[in-house]
């Protein structure tokens, strides 16, 4: 779908929450499985590791020993219920050991056996629901840390077996927000159109990886939407004009802090800008390193690169919120332009705004000397990557995708349908 694309989806309501015996030749395969924690259970089922993200048996001390006959036949049915309604977030049912599943309760199995298979399959489907399907993440420019901590997955469950709310804990473990919301009801009513529900599936999956609790005010940036949103109590408080990474320079998908405002900053340039040689503008100050590199700063002024204003959010990929001296850009539809920072139009009503704007005009009047304010307190920040999105009425709409990842997206989900393939390439 592409950014000029004008269909959209009407997000509905969602749906509601709509192996043979071991021998009895002495200890088998399936008693030696039963002793085992759950986590190891895992990764011996799941081809000898353990489900995406969760540590090995090695590496997990506290994880609960897991005891022959847990498994009743009423929580293996749970379990099935459950992953028979992952069609509806965009999973695959099959990824779960369905059929095994269906099988083992039709012969009424209890016993190492049935705790071996379901436990296997409650891992793999819990760790997909609370931290997505998909491993790399980094692999398309996420680098958000899990929301969920892996290790701790086991023992939810071996303590939703223990007070018998397997499916309420599986459940809700899911993203529980509008957008996720809209989203999964815009995925089952475009039922017939392969290629929209292939980038709904994909967003559904990002929305997986994505803390569960955003803060009661943060700022949000979605990439493929060129557009800076600060959000209150759950409400937009102000939207902002953006300019994001361009495809060769991407814009990473971090969990940021706002911690100060940086009134007329200088700017050190990365190398990996000096390399490419993409450096515009006047007042540079060269350094040879003892390495034989060289290094480049801008002094502030009216020519430097990041404009009069930086919002300073540290993090190893130098990645910040800056304002720019060629204002022009943010008239363009295709705002995917920089180097990876974040260029904001109007910024300076945006400092003002998480700063107070105590002392931001006097910081501002001399254009060449830097002045750093700190923030009261530091605002959480999230770079991410959704190519739809649902508006405030619930209607969900393309927003493009600048960086062409759907695609990488449902190969690596193992999408089935060769629609939902074709979509992200079109």
């Given at each position: 779908m592409s950014r000029n694309d004008t269909r959209s989806v009407p997000a509905g309501r969602p749906s509601s929450r709509a192996f043979a015996r071991p021998?009895?030749?002495?200890?088998?395969?399936?008693?030696?499985?039963?002793?085992?924690?759950?986590?190891?259970?895992?990764?011996?089922?799941?081809g000898g590791r353990a489900p995406a993200g969760m540590s090995s048996p090695e590496s997990v001390a506290a994880a609960p020993d897991e005891m022959p006959g847990r498994w009743s036949i009423g929580n293996a049915r749970d379990l099935i219920?459950?992953?028979?309604?992952?069609?509806?977030?965009g999973l695959n049912p099959a990824d779960y050991n369905i059929d095994a599943l269906h099988a083992a309760?039709?012969?009424k199995q209890k016993g190492p056996a049935l705790d071996a298979l379901a436990t296997a399959s409650a891992l793999r489907i819990a760790h997909d629901y609370a931290n997505g399907r998909i491993d790399d993440k980094a692999a398309l420019g996420w680098y958000i840390d899990p929301p969920t901590d892996p290790n701790r997955i086991a023992a939810g469950l071996a303590e939703a077996l223990d007070h018998g709310r397997l499916g309420s804990w599986l459940r809700g473990l899911l993203?529980?927000?509008?957008?996720?919301?809209?989203?999964?009801?815009?995925?089952?009513?475009?039922?017939?159109?392969?290629?929209?529900?292939?980038?709904?599936?994909?967003?559904?999956?990002?929305?997986?990886?994505?803390?569960?609790?955003?803060?009661?005010?943060?700022?949000?940036?979605?990439?493929?939407?060129?557009?800076?949103?600060?959000?209150?109590g759950g409400i937009e408080e102000a939207s902002y004009n953006v300019v994001v990474g361009a495809p060769k320079t991407p814009t990473p998908q971090l969990q940021l802090y706002a911690q100060s405002v940086v009134a007329n900053p200088g700017w050190t340039v990365p190398q990996s800008i000096i390399?490419?040689?993409?450096?515009?503008?006047?007042?540079?100050?060269?350094?040879?390193?003892?390495?034989?590199?060289?290094?480049?700063?801008q002094a502030p002024g009216p020519s430097n690169a990041l404009g009069r204003i930086k919002i300073d959010m540290p993090n190893p990929h130098a990645i910040y919120l800056h304002d720019t001296p060629n204002r022009a850009v943010f008239a363009r539809q295709n705002r995917a332009l920089s180097h990876?920072?974040?260029?904001?139009?109007?910024i300076e009503e945006l400092a003002a705004m998480l700063q107070g704007g105590d002392g931001l005009d006097e910081a501002l009047a001399d254009p060449r000397k830097t002045k750093v304010l700190q923030l009261e307190r530091s605002v959480p920040v999230y770079l991410v990557y959704f190519t739809a999105q649902a508006d405030p009425d619930g209607t969900v709409r393309s927003v493009g995708d600048p960086y062409g990842r759907d695609k990488a997206l449902l190969a690596k989900l193992g999408a089935a349908m060769e629609g939902e393939l074709q979509v992200a390439g079109r």
């Open positions: 021998r009895r030749k002495g200890p088998g395969l399936g008693h030696w499985l039963a002793a085992l924690p759950l986590v190891a259970v895992a990764c011996i089922t799941f219920s459950v992953i028979e309604e992952s069609t509806e977030e309760v039709a012969a993203p529980d927000n509008e957008q996720y919301r809209a989203l999964k009801a815009a995925y089952a009513d475009a039922r017939g159109d392969e290629a929209l529900r292939g980038q709904l599936r994909a967003n559904l999956e990002r929305w997986r990886w994505m803390p569960r609790e955003l803060g009661d005010r943060y700022i949000y940036v979605n990439v493929p939407s060129y557009r800076l949103s600060v959000i209150s390399k490419a040689g993409g450096m515009r503008g006047k007042g540079f100050r060269w350094t040879r390193n003892a390495d034989g590199s060289v290094s480049a700063w990876g920072c974040i260029r904001v139009e109007n």
